[in-house]
């Protein structure tokens, strides 16, 4: 029998996953069977990624498209090439995003509007983009990367808070006007993960020991954590999961 986590034939295309988190989970996809489209802003760094997938998974299965997501026009073009080159894409995953970190008091109207397109307003025009194919074809996974800001605050990351509150609203919008059409559309919203971007907060022993003592799990999140519920929503085990936003964050959010 298929396994209903397999994702062969299925084209994904990951937005800022030329590094980081995004990386990580194009290879979780990857591994389970997708071929990627990966995604960057600049053209260079996302070849560098495509060139490692492509070592690791075949040619065949490895594409890259750098563009501006915050720039419909770009989006446009970008989903074109993603889906000329690679094919119509099964999977979207919003995963660019930006964090500024300044008390509200001393922020630039202008950084905010730069973190709320980049963290919100990207996932409205690529999803957009990539749902118009979807709903022709009649079927369609997006999945959008939210945090535990999505639910939680803390100081000096106002902007980023917003937005990924927002995140999950649009999650929501996005199901109630095109489940319909066959999609799945959800959120993935990750607690303190370790990464080489938060390596020197890992090695702050104040901040250390506060993620600690705050989740449940009593250990930071990994980026395998983030990849097999990625897997699974985008595949056909949770075709039934529609306008969910799901914590992976070691029970984070579930305790006072």
């Known amino acids: 029998m298929t396994s209903p986590f397999d994702l062969s034939g299925r084209t994904a295309l990951v937005t800022g996953s030329s590094r980081g988190i995004g990386r990580a989970l194009a290879r979780g996809l990857a591994d389970a069977g997708a071929t990627l489209v990966l995604h960057g802003r600049d053209p260079e760094r996302a070849e560098?990624?495509?060139r490692e997938f492509a070592t690791a998974y075949g040619e065949d299965r490895a594409y890259a498209v750098a563009f501006d997501v915050t720039d419909a026009e770009s989006v446009q073009a970008g989903v074109r090439e993603a889906e000329e080159k690679?094919?119509?894409?099964?999977?979207?995953?919003?995963?660019a995003g930006i964090q500024h970190r300044v008390p509200l008091f001393d922020l630039d109207p202008t950084d905010w509007d730069r973190v709320i397109?980049?963290?919100l307003t990207s996932a409205f025009l690529v999803g957009r983009e990539a749902a118009r194919g979807m709903a022709a074809r009649?079927?369609?996974?997006?999945?959008?990367?939210?945090?535990?800001q999505t639910d939680l605050a803390?100081?000096?990351?106002?902007?980023?808070?917003?937005?990924?509150?927002?995140?999950?609203?649009?999650?929501?919008a996005?199901?109630?006007?095109?489940?319909?059409?066959?999609?799945?559309?959800?959120?993935?919203?990750?607690?303190?993960?370790h990464t080489e971007m938060t390596q020197n907060l890992v090695d702050d022993p104040e901040f250390n020991s506060w993620i600690l003592s705050r989740t449940p799990a009593r250990r930071w999140g990994t980026v395998e954590?983030?990849?097999?519920?990625?897997?699974?929503?985008?595949?056909?085990?949770?075709?039934?999961?529609?306008?969910?936003?799901?914590?992976v964050d070691g029970g984070m959010t579930v305790v006072v």
């Open 48 to 50: 560098e990624a495509r």
């Open 86 to 95: 690679a094919g119509p894409l099964a999977i979207l995953v919003n995963n």
């Open 117 to 119: 397109r980049t963290d």
């Open 138 to 148: 009649g079927g369609g996974k997006i999945i959008n990367i939210c945090s535990v």
């Open 154 to 172: 803390r100081p000096s990351i106002g902007a980023y808070t917003a937005a990924k509150g927002g995140l999950r609203n649009l999650t929501r």
């Open 174 to 193: 996005m199901t109630a006007e095109w489940a319909g059409s066959g999609l799945q559309i959800n959120g993935i919203a990750p607690g303190y993960i």
């Open 225 to 247: 954590d983030i990849a097999g519920p990625v897997v699974w929503l985008a595949s056909s085990a949770s075709d039934f999961v529609n306008g969910q936003t799901i914590f």
